[in-house]
């Protein structure tokens, strides 16, 4: 903490407000001497004061500490980039609500194989229908298994690790 900023800072902040020491000092409840050592820096505000300093002159007790005022260009970069990320974050989520939407249907077409041919009573030992039935509740119940471990992240852990692996593997 430079306390020689701060106080030009302080100094720079009052002159844009258009204000003397004296008029600074009484807003604060300080002497015009108090201010003075501020700006010189020679001695800091209280804590307590540094709230009222941030609410006369508009900015942030972060800005008064470090002595300078937010880069706007710094915040308009921040601002775009937290945008980019929020788009990024967008368009992982669409493509994962597509994926689960298609795991859905393939699940509910399977239920709905094996619901007919089992209510059809077509499932006779060895017959297509029976496969076809068989299949249908596999593919259920693994739909469920990927859908479980993908809503968990599980899915994605194993995914990372199966490219640090094969990363590893292409180098060597």
Known sequence: MDQKKIG????ELRKE???TQEE???MLY???RTVSRWETGTNMPDIS???DIAEVFDVSIPEIINGERKSEIMEKEVKETVLSLSDYAEAINQKIKGRLFILTVIAIVGMILFVVIECAGLDTPGSIYEIIASAGLGLD???LIVLAMYLSGLLGKIK???KIRRGTNNKG
């Open 30 to 32: 300080v002497s015009g």
């Open 49 to 51: 004061v540094l709230v």
């Open 141 to 143: 119940f693994g739909m």
């Open 160 to 162: 990372a690790r199966y």
């Open 8 to 11: 030009v800072f302080l100094k």
């Open 24 to 26: 600074f000092a009484e």
């Open 17 to 19: 407000k258009g204000i």
